[in-house]
Structures are given as structure tokens and as C-alpha cells.
């Protein structure tokens, strides 16, 4: 049972480069999320999706893109990394219907430098 | 912005002790979620409490929850080393998608 698997697990970035966080998922779950953990902030989320083809912003999505070819996969992309951006980066994933609980991957620590 | 703020923010007890925390959201809801999460790791699922209910039990945990004042509280009994973690409450919208809103956690330590 994989669950959520997200790659790396850790990544450095100098400022200004771009890359991608993996997020991929086996459960056929419709709703994909990307929240980023900080020091005293809880998570916040970054962007959603519904389903393949279909995203949209949370409540921090500057400098960040994403997109949804498959229900399975769900990466996140750093345009131009920021220090601002350095982070703890965790994907979720759950049914798209209420009352129903989320699965985390491990997370991605990222250090912009 | 955040939805939920937990409270305490750090909770210390002694082992066989229980542990509340209690958490406080500001608009309707659907669902609240309290969800642990151990140093390092991603977060994982413990209770969801629909907003028609007022109080859930799952093993050692115990979660109730009050519409009228917006807040909910979270009861670990009997608590043990391995609870030691930060615990987070997450509130359902309305939207009719499963949107989770976070809290910032209390982080509880569990002394042997």
C-alpha cells in the first residue's frame, strides 16, 4: 500500500532555479492538494484539484503552478525558487465528497538559498 | 488565513495522564478533523467529527464538538510515550469539496 508518494524527500535550490515536487497517489482519490508547512503557521494550501484537468488556487499560491493530466499524479512547480519558498511542502489526497479524511506523503523539505 | 487555532500551543504531561486540546474555528463548517503529526512526518488521520454531532469516540481519543461556540477539543486518555507529536484541527467548508483548513497545532510531549 503506497498511499501518497512524494519525491524528493529533501532538495536545495539556489535562488531563481525552478523544479518540480512529485506527488503521485493509488487510490483513485479525485481530490489532490498541496499544502506548505512553516515554523508557527500550520499548513496552508497552496493549490487543489478536483479532478484531471481541473485545479485551482488556495490561500498561497504565488509562485507556484500546477497541473492534472491524471488522476494520479499532482506535481508542484517552483517557476523561480524564492527564500520565502523554503518550506516543508506536503500532498494530500481524499475523495472529492465532504466528510471524508485526507492522506499525506512524507513531505518535501526545500531549502531555497 | 487560518481557520482553526489550537490552544495550548505546547502541552507537557507525565505518562498515564490525559491530554486536551481544544481548538476554535470562525466560520460554518461541515466537518472538523483533528489529525497528529510525529517530528518529521507527514500528518496522519485520527477522528472527523461531522457538524451534526456533538461527540466522538475512536480507542483512547475522545472529540466533541459545539457549533454554537465554534470550537471542538480533543481528549487523549491514559496517554503513553508514543502520543508525543503535534496535533492539528482541520475544518471542512461548505464548498461541497472536501477543502481542509488547518490550525497552527499543539505540540504535546509525553513523559515517560
Known amino acids: 500500500n503506497a498511499g501518497v508518494t512524494q519525491t524528493p524527500k529533501f532538495q536545495v535550490l539556489k535562488t531563481g532555479q525552478s523544479m518540480t515536487l512529485q506527488c503521485a497517489q493509488d487510490m483513485n482519490h479525485e481530490y489532490m492538494s498541496w499544502y506548505r508547512q512553516d515554523p508557527g503557521m500550520g499548513l496552508r494550501l497552496i493549490h487543489y484539484?478536483?479532478?484531471?484537468?481541473?485545479?485551482d488556487q488556495g490561500e498561497v499560491p504565488n509562485g507556484y503552478n500546477v497541473s492534472r493530466s491524471t488522476t494520479e499524479d499532482f506535481p508542484l512547480r517552483l517557476l523561480s525558487a524564492a527564500p520565502s519558498q523554503t518550506s516543508v511542502y506536503f500532498c494530500?489526497?481524499?475523495?472529492?465528497?465532504?466528510?471524508?479524511?485526507?492522506?499525506f506523503g512524507q513531505g518535501t523539505r526545500l531549502t531555497v538559498v | 488565513s487560518q481557520q482553526g487555532e489550537e490552544d495550548p500551543q505546547a502541552l507537557s504531561i507525565q505518562e498515564g495522564e490525559n491530554a486536551t486540546m481544544n481548538c476554535s474555528y470562525k466560520?460554518?463548517?461541515?466537518?472538523l478533523q483533528w489529525y497528529r503529526q510525529n517530528s518529521g512526518r507527514g500528518l496522519v488521520h485520527l477522528i472527523l467529527i461531522r457538524s451534526n454531532e456533538r461527540e466522538k469516540h475512536s480507542g483512547r481519543l475522545r472529540v466533541t464538538l459545539d457549533t454554537s461556540k465554534k470550537s471542538s477539543s480533543l481528549l487523549i486518555t491514559a496517554s503513553r510515550a508514543a502520543d508525543t507529536a503535534s496535533y492539528f484541527c482541520a475544518t471542512g467548508s461548505n464548498s461541497g469539496y472536501s477543502t481542509l483548513t488547518f490550525g497552527k497545532g499543539t505540540m504535546l510531549l509525553v513523559s515517560p
Open positions: 484539484s478536483v479532478g484531471a484537468g481541473i485545479t
Open positions: 466560520t460554518s463548517i461541515n466537518n
Open positions: 494530500a489526497s481524499s475523495y472529492t465528497r465532504q466528510n471524508t479524511e485526507a492522506f
